[in-house]
C-alpha cells in the first residue's frame, strides 16, 4: 500500500508525468486546466509548461519543439474556449454554488475582482496566475464578452504564457541541460513564483476600507 502510494506521487510531479503521458498528457493538462477547471486543485500549469520545454532539450520528451508549443497554445485556446462556453451557460447562477472540495467562490470573487480591475487585458495578464488562470475563461462567459474579441484576448494571453515558460526552459535546457537532475529544486520554486501576484492580490488592502 505505501509502495503504491509512493508511486502515485511519484507520477504526479509534473516531471514523472511528461515521462509517463508523453505529449497527449501534456496537452491533455493543458485543455482541462481552463476547459475543466482542473487549476482549482492543482495550480501546476507554469511548472509543467517550464518541465516540458526542458525536457524537450534534453531529449527526454521526445517532440520537436516547433510541435510542442504550436499544439499546447492549440490545447490552451480550446480549454478556455470551453471554460468560456460553460460561463456563458451558466451565467452569475455560478455564484451561488456552494463551496466544495473543488470550487472556492473566494478563489472565483477575487478572479473577478481582477478581471473587472485589468478589464480585457486581464484576459492575458491573468494566463501568467494560477487561480486566477482558470476563472478568467468563465468570468468571460458570465459578462456574455463577445467570443471574437475573447478569442483574440485568449489567443494573445495564451500564446504569450506557453511561449515564455517553454521557449524559456527549451533555451536554458539547450545551454544547462544538467538542470534536469535539479527538477526536484526548481519546481517548487515555480509554482512559488507563480502564486506571487496572487498572494500579493490577496493580501493589498481594500481602497474601500482603508479610508
Known amino acids: 500500500m505505501i509502495h503504491d ?7 504526479a510531479s509534473p516531471e514523472e508525468m511528461i515521462r509517463y503521458g508523453g505529449l497527449a498528457l501534456i ?26 520545454g526542458l525536457l524537450c532539450a534534453t531529449n527526454v520528451l521526445e517532440t520537436n519543439i ?6 499546447l497554445i492549440v490545447s490552451g485556446i480550446l480549454g478556455d474556449l470551453l471554460g468560456y462556453i460553460i460561463g456563458r451557460k451558466m451565467g452569475r ?6 463551496d466544495s472540495w473543488i470550487f472556492k467562490k473566494k478563489h472565483l470573487e477575487k478572479a473577478e475582482e481582477f478581471y473587472k480591475s ?11 496566475v ?5 476563472f478568467n475563461p468563465l468570468l468571460a462567459g458570465v459578462t456574455k ?4 474579441i475573447y478569442l483574440l484576448f485568449t489567443s494573445v494571453g495564451t500564446t504569450l504564457w506557453i511561449c515564455t515558460l517553454v521557449l524559456g526552459s527549451f533555451l536554458i535546457g539547450k545551454q544547462f541541460p544538467q538542470l534536469q537532475n535539479y527538477m526536484h529544486f526548481i519546481i517548487p520554486i515555480i ?17 474601500e476600507t482603508s479610508k
Do not use: M, N
Open 93 to 98: 447562477k455560478l455564484f451561488e454554488r456552494k
Open 66 to 71: 516547433y510541435v510542442l508549443i504550436p499544439l
Open 130 to 134: 494560477p487561480v486566477i488562470r482558470t
Open 5 to 11: 502510494s509512493l508511486q502515485l506521487l511519484a507520477i
Open 27 to 52: 496537452c491533455a493538462i493543458v485543455f482541462i486546466e481552463t476547459g475543466l477547471l482542473l487549476g482549482i486543485i492543482i495550480p501546476g500549469g507554469d511548472s509543467l509548461l517550464f518541465t516540458a
Open 118 to 128: 485589468k478589464g480585457k487585458t486581464a484576459i492575458i495578464a491573468g494566463k501568467f
Open 191 to 207: 509554482i512559488l513564483i507563480s502564486l506571487i501576484p496572487l498572494v500579493l492580490k490577496f493580501f493589498r488592502p481594500d481602497p
Open 145 to 148: 464578452l463577445d467570443w471574437h
